[in-house]
């Protein structure tokens, strides 16, 4: 698909239906185009947790996605969990000595620019994506 037309067909997807199979060759795929995306340093701190089993995605659903209807717009669909290292963007080798002024920060920053061309890559690949953001208080 021409670029500018992904970039204008992308959408947010919030019912899905039961009757779509995402394969590993895909996940495979999502993650290898994230991965190409640019980070700090080139230190790729990005990690993807990826649940295929039903009964998981419907435990992550209860416990982790309670919140915004999050449970309920992500149903039948397949989940790609996304994290980032902490204490390791944005940090000198020695994991102590900060990089720049927002330390970890980066870490976020190299992570949004990872799920941006995952979920560009699944639009290429006709799957739908929905972004739901977690994060500790």
Known sequence: ???QTLIENRRSVRKYSSHTNVT????????????EAPSLKNTET?????VLSEEIADKIRETCLPQARNAEKSKHAALIISTFVHNC???QKDGI?????????WGCYDLGLQNSNLI????????STLIMGLRES
């Open 1 to 3: 698909m021409e670029f």
């Open 89 to 91: 963007a944005g940090f």
């Open 24 to 35: 590993k060759e895909q996940i495979q795929q999502l993650v290898q185009a994230a991965l």
């Open 120 to 127: 560009l890559k699944a639009t290429d690949l006709g799957l």
């Open 46 to 50: 990005g990690r993807y947790y990826c």
């Open 97 to 105: 000595t900060p990089e720049n002024e927002i330390g970890n920060g």
